[in-house]
Structure formats: structure tokens, C-alpha cells
């Protein structure tokens, strides 16, 4: 062996592992076996991994299982772990960069073995490496590699399996990131109420089938937006809520062999300890393990809701997009803040930058989604072993969708700005005006009014003044048109009622012409 490297051995025979590394020959492998994509595990899955190895050494050496020396220096090996992860989730959420950390130990492609045995031994060699270099008395013991105090398996991996920590980690790892989640999904949504409020008075036309409808507030679109996002939280703390139900202590294949009768029920009981008030959500043990570890229904379920997030998000950003559109040929509604310039060749261009990226992430979440639903499918008699990819998945659109919802917020939907006279352009211009003489003239007469209108060009309202009854008076007086199309009470629950002596008599069809009005020569506006 080279001075760079040392020899370890496991059950297919000895292999190099670099002399510096904390992980052993078993990752060692694992590295060689799966060059694929050169991204590594989420960091808060290796903080869930290491808060459930703790918890493991404290629980086993409570039930008489693991002596004090061994569960002292597993502990104190998974805290310098727990501090750096902490440290890292802190200032680079996605890891981008790990290198002058421990985190840099946990080695192994996204894409590896089944179910993640590559990932848990990973985790389990570098905190026997970690508490024998530390924290053993011997010198002998010290030696990376010689697992003589504590062992990757028999001590850090007690009472466990792959099998059962990894879909525990994959839902604590989840659970720990939730905070930061919520907190950006409420300032979003905060963000798109205070526009609801400021907007409460700017009054423009609604649009269905991209046609002219009813008349809406700018105010009542984004104050829309918002609730659609308050219930997209409710939904994501549903599904969280089955996350917090864990299976360890159900080892291989959830019947509990290896494990101490107590150990589920104490171990959930330590996690619940260590991670304090920091996930927000009570932990618990689930009563049937063997139903933990063949199915993914519950990080499914969670995806969904993150989907359905993602799903909302995207709509909202085709808004917002499309209300900006110009500034002299789109819609124009809304000014959106510039942040950057948009384009190599046409000068001045700005463009909607913040939005395409919110549409980018959105629809990558929904296709993270697809995988992650297809991978629970997966799932064979008593384990699904596509957890690795799962994990990921569920990590990485939790992570993107976290961050893209803060910037969009603080750099986008608080800057933007109401083009007031456009809005009001469009709203006294919309043929969804005539939707208010329903009551009056009734429909198939308002709809010769919207036909005459869009023929010509011509308002609605002015429309409306140029009708004439049978007798050549006016279909409305100008009091009962000003009533009629009342901006703000075209926007609120009602319909029109004129004192019956004011009805116009010839709004009603006739028998005899089968005509609502006839309509006046009055030169158009």
C-alpha cells in the first residue's frame, strides 16, 4: 500500500481506501460501483442519519445492550458530525460546496445500491472512524480502519438495518428542512396579501377561456393566490404529520429481529429528545413495521403535496407573467420589479426572469414527483429498494422550492406595481360588462348588445346609451346605466334592481317583434 492509502477488508476481501478518509472499504466500493451523476446525499439526510445513529448508541446502552465507553464515543463522534451538518444546511442548503467539512466523508452518487446500504454503511464508517480516532484510549484503537474499539456494524449499526433507517431518515430528513419550508411558502403568501390589499381598489376585467368575463379587482386575484397557498400549506402539514410516525426498531424486514423488545418505542422516544422543537411535529412509532418497510405510501403522499404546491406556484406564475406582458403589445396590467437586463440583442428588453425560474423549478418538482410515485410502485414483499432516488427527490423539491418561493417574493412579488389607468382601460372596454343587464333586459337582448358591440368597437356602456325602446327613448337613463356599472359593486354578490316604475318596459321581449330594444342612431364614441 502506497502511503496514501490503507488496506481494509470486509466479506469479498481487502481493498485500498484512501489513508485520510473517515469512510471505510464498504464505501470505498460503493464509489467505484456507481459513477453516475457526481451528486451526493442531501445534507439533511445525513443529519437525520447521524441524529438516528445517536439515538440508537444512547438507546442500546440503556436496554444493557452497548457498554458506556462505546455508546460515549459514538455519541460524541455523531455530534462533531451534527455540528458541521448544522453549520453546512446553514449557509448552503443545496451543498454545493463540502470540502473543509465532514460532510465531505458521506461520498457515495445518489444513484447507488438498493435501498441504501452503501449510504448507511457510509454513515456508519465514518462514525467508527470518527469515535476510534477521537475517543478510544488505545492507541492501536485510534487507527482508521481497525474498527478494534468501535465497529461500523456491530456497535454504530446496532440494532439496525438499512431497511429501516433509511426510510426513517428519508422522513426526518424531510421533517428537519419543513421550518425553513413553511416560513418561505407564509412569506410568499404574506407578500401576495399585502398586494391584495394595496390592489383593493383597482378595478379590471376578468378573463375566462383568455376572453373578456366579469369584472374582478386586482385585489381579488392576488388576495386569491394567497389562500391558494394557504391551503397548499395545510395540505403539506397533513402529509408531514404521517412522516413523524417512524419504523425503526423493525431492522430487516419490520418483525424487530437483532433488536431489543423496548428499543422501537425508547429509540423514536431519544430522537424525539435530540431534535427538540426543531422539526415542530410529534415523533411516534408506528404498529405495524413490516407495512413501514414495503411501502412509501406516506414520503408518496408528502411528494403529492409538494406537487400540488408546485402545480399552484406555476399557475400563478403564468399570471402574474401574462398580467405583465408589454410593455406595448401585452397585456400590462402589473409592472413587474427589473432585475436583470433580458436580452444579448434588443435593447432596453426586460423579462419576467423571476417567473421563468419559478416555472423551471415547479415543473421539475412535478416530474421529481412522477419519479418518486413510480419508485413507490416499486416496491417488493418487504422492502422497496429504490429509497436512495426517493430520498433525493423528495430533499431536492423540498430544497428548490423552498428557496425559489423566498427570492420570488423578496425580489419579485413585492416590487410589483398596478398599471392603474390600463386596468381601468380594460375594464370599461370589456364585453363581460354586459353580463349586469341580464336582470334588466334579459339575456338574449344583452347578447345583440354584445354582438352590435364587438362589431363596431364600441364600449358596452356606450352601447347601452345608444339603445333606444320602441317609443325612441333610452333603454336606461344615464342615473340607471352610472347604477348598472358601478365598478365596485360589479365586483361583490348581487345583481341590479331598478324601482319598478324605472324598469325599461321595452327590456322585455315583445310577442309581437321578438325584440329587446331597437337600437338609436347616436353617433358612437
Same mark, same amino acid.
Given at each position: 500500500?502506497?502511503?496514501?492509502?490503507?488496506?481494509?477488508?470486509?466479506?469479498?476481501?481487502?481493498?485500498?481506501?484512501?489513508?485520510?478518509?473517515?469512510?471505510?472499504?464498504?464505501?470505498?466500493?460503493?464509489?467505484?460501483?456507481?459513477?453516475?451523476?457526481?451528486?451526493?446525499?442531501?445534507?439533511?439526510?445525513?443529519?437525520?442519519?447521524?441524529?438516528?445513529?445517536?439515538?440508537?448508541?444512547?438507546?442500546?446502552?440503556?436496554?444493557?445492550?452497548?457498554?458506556?465507553?462505546?455508546?460515549?464515543? !459514538?455519541?460524541?463522534?455523531?455530534?462533531?458530525?451534527?455540528?458541521?451538518?448544522?453549520?453546512?444546511?446553514?449557509?448552503?442548503?443545496?451543498?454545493?460546496?463540502?470540502?473543509?467539512?465532514?460532510?465531505?466523508?458521506?461520498?457515495?452518487?445518489?444513484?447507488?445500491?438498493?435501498?441504501?446500504?452503501?449510504?448507511?454503511?457510509?454513515?456508519?464508517?465514518?462514525?467508527?472512524?470518527?469515535?476510534?480516532?477521537?475517543?478510544?484510549?488505545?492507541?492501536?484503537?485510534?487507527?482508521?480502519?481497525?474498527?478494534?474499539?468501535?465497529?461500523?456494524?456491530?456497535?454504530?449499526?446496532?440494532?439496525?438495518?438499512?431497511?429501516?433507517?433509511?426510510?426513517?431518515?428519508?422522513?426526518?430528513?424531510?421533517?428537519?428542512?419543513?421550518?425553513?419550508?413553511?416560513?418561505?411558502?407564509?412569506?410568499?403568501?404574506?407578500?401576495?396579501?399585502?398586494?391584495?390589499?394595496?390592489?383593493?381598489?383597482?378595478?379590471?376585467?376578468?378573463?375566462?377561456?383568455?376572453?373578456?368575463?366579469?369584472?374582478? *379587482?386586482?385585489?381579488?386575484?392576488? *388576495?386569491?393566490?394567497?389562500?391558494?397557498?394557504?391551503?397548499?400549506?395545510?395540505?403539506?402539514?397533513?402529509?408531514?404529520?404521517?412522516?413523524? !410516525?417512524?419504523?425503526?426498531?423493525?431492522?430487516?424486514?419490520?418483525?424487530?429481529?437483532?433488536?431489543?423488545?423496548?428499543?422501537?418505542?425508547?429509540?423514536?422516544?431519544?430522537?424525539?429528545?435530540?431534535?427538540?422543537?426543531?422539526?415542530?411535529?410529534?415523533?411516534? *412509532?408506528?404498529?405495524?413495521?413490516?407495512?413501514?418497510?414495503?411501502?412509501?405510501?406516506?414520503?408518496?403522499?408528502?411528494?403529492?403535496?409538494?406537487?400540488?404546491?408546485?402545480?399552484?406556484?406555476?399557475?400563478?406564475?403564468?399570471?402574474?407573467?401574462?398580467?405583465?406582458?408589454?410593455? *406595448?403589445?401585452?397585456?400590462?396590467?402589473?409592472?413587474?420589479?427589473?432585475?436583470?437586463?433580458?436580452?444579448? !440583442?434588443?435593447?432596453?428588453?426586460?423579462?419576467?426572469?423571476?417567473?421563468?425560474?419559478?416555472?423551471?423549478?415547479?415543473?421539475?418538482?412535478?416530474?421529481?414527483?412522477?419519479?418518486?410515485?413510480?419508485?413507490?410502485?416499486?416496491?417488493?414483499?418487504?422492502?422497496?429498494?429504490?429509497?436512495?432516488?426517493?430520498?433525493?427527490?423528495?430533499?431536492?423539491?423540498?430544497? !428548490?422550492?423552498?428557496?425559489?418561493?423566498?427570492?420570488?417574493?423578496?425580489?419579485?412579488?413585492?416590487?410589483?406595481?398596478?398599471?392603474?389607468?390600463?386596468?381601468?382601460?380594460?375594464?370599461?372596454?370589456?364585453?363581460?360588462?354586459?353580463?349586469?343587464?341580464?336582470?334588466?333586459?334579459?339575456?338574449?337582448?344583452?347578447?345583440?348588445?354584445?354582438?352590435?358591440?364587438?362589431?363596431?368597437?364600441?364600449?358596452?356602456?356606450?352601447?347601452?346609451?345608444?339603445?333606444?325602446?320602441?317609443?325612441?327613448?333610452?333603454?336606461?337613463?344615464?342615473?340607471?346605466?352610472?347604477?348598472?356599472?358601478?365598478?365596485?359593486?360589479?365586483?361583490?354578490?348581487?345583481?341590479?334592481?331598478?324601482?319598478?316604475?324605472?324598469?325599461?318596459?321595452?327590456?322585455?321581449?315583445?310577442?309581437?317583434?321578438?325584440?329587446?330594444?331597437?337600437?338609436?342612431?347616436?353617433?358612437?364614441?
Amino acid at each position: 500500500m502506497s502511503a496514501k492509502f490503507r488496506t481494509e477488508k470486509d466479506s469479498l476481501g481487502p481493498l485500498q481506501v484512501p489513508a485520510d478518509a473517515y469512510y471505510g472499504v464498504q464505501a470505498a466500493r460503493a464509489v467505484a460501483n456507481f459513477p453516475i451523476s457526481g451528486m451526493r446525499a442531501h445534507p439533511a439526510l445525513i443529519l437525520a442519519y447521524v441524529h438516528i445513529k445517536r439515538a440508537a448508541a444512547v438507546t442500546n446502552c440503556k436496554l444493557g445492550m452497548l457498554d458506556e465507553p462505546r455508546r460515549d464515543a !459514538i455519541v460524541k463522534a455523531a455530534d462533531l458530525v451534527l455540528k458541521d451538518a448544522a453549520k453546512l444546511l446553514k449557509s448552503d442548503p443545496q451543498a454545493v460546496e463540502r470540502s473543509g467539512n465532514l460532510l465531505d466523508q458521506w461520498v457515495i452518487d445518489v444513484y447507488q445500491a438498493g435501498a441504501g446500504t452503501s449510504f448507511n454503511m457510509n454513515t456508519n464508517e465514518v462514525l467508527a472512524n470518527l469515535a476510534n480516532e477521537k475517543y478510544a484510549r488505545k492507541a492501536a484503537d485510534k487507527v482508521r480502519g481497525s474498527y478494534s474499539f468501535v465497529h461500523p456494524n456491530d456497535h454504530v449499526n446496532m440494532a439496525q438495518s438499512t431497511n429501516d433507517t433509511m426510510p426513517t431518515g428519508i422522513r426526518l430528513s424531510n421533517l428537519m428542512i419543513l421550518p425553513d419550508t413553511l416560513a418561505a411558502l407564509d412569506l410568499l403568501e404574506g407578500e401576495l396579501r399585502k398586494k391584495g390589499r394595496e390592489f383593493d381598489k383597482v378595478i379590471t376585467t376578468g378573463r375566462t377561456h383568455l376572453q373578456d368575463a366579469t369584472p374582478v *379587482t386586482l385585489g381579488q386575484v392576488f *388576495t386569491a393566490f394567497a389562500d391558494c397557498l394557504k391551503k397548499a400549506r395545510g395540505r403539506i402539514v397533513d402529509a408531514a404529520k404521517q412522516l413523524a !410516525i417512524l419504523g425503526l426498531g423493525g431492522t430487516a424486514v419490520g418483525t424487530g429481529m437483532n433488536s431489543h423488545p423496548d428499543y422501537s418505542r425508547e429509540v423514536a422516544m431519544q430522537l424525539a429528545l435530540q431534535l427538540g422543537q426543531s422539526i415542530g411535529i410529534r415523533l411516534g *412509532t408506528a404498529a405495524n413495521k413490516v407495512e413501514m418497510h414495503n411501502s412509501l405510501a406516506d414520503q408518496l403522499q408528502f411528494s403529492s403535496a409538494l406537487r400540488s404546491l408546485a402545480v399552484d406556484l406555476g399557475r400563478i406564475a403564468n399570471d402574474l407573467r401574462l398580467l405583465s406582458s408589454g410593455p *406595448t403589445s401585452g397585456i400590462g396590467e402589473i409592472n413587474l420589479p427589473p432585475v436583470q437586463p433580458g436580452s444579448s !440583442i434588443m435593447p432596453g428588453k426586460v423579462n419576467p426572469v423571476m417567473l421563468e425560474m419559478f416555472n423551471m423549478v415547479c415543473y421539475n418538482v412535478i416530474g421529481l414527483d412522477s419519479a418518486i410515485c413510480g419508485c413507490a410502485q416499486a416496491g417488493q414483499y418487504q422492502l422497496n429498494v429504490m429509497m436512495p432516488i426517493v430520498a433525493w427527490d423528495l430533499l431536492h423539491m423540498q430544497s !428548490i422550492l423552498t428557496t425559489s418561493m423566498t427570492v420570488v417574493a423578496e425580489r419579485c412579488v413585492r416590487g410589483i406595481t398596478a398599471n392603474e389607468e390600463q386596468c381601468r382601460k380594460y375594464f370599461e372596454a370589456s364585453m363581460g360588462l354586459a353580463t349586469v343587464l341580464n336582470p334588466l333586459i334579459g339575456y338574449a337582448a344583452a347578447a345583440e348588445i354584445v354582438k352590435h358591440a364587438v362589431k363596431s368597437g364600441t364600449p358596452i356602456m356606450d352601447e347601452v346609451r345608444a339603445a333606444r325602446k320602441a317609443d325612441g327613448s333610452p333603454l336606461l337613463t344615464e342615473a340607471q346605466i352610472r347604477k348598472a356599472f358601478d365598478p365596485q359593486k360589479l365586483t361583490q354578490p348581487g345583481f341590479l334592481k331598478l324601482e319598478d316604475e324605472a324598469k325599461p318596459k321595452a327590456a322585455r321581449r315583445s310577442p309581437s317583434t321578438g325584440t329587446a330594444a331597437k337600437r338609436g342612431t347616436a353617433k358612437k364614441k
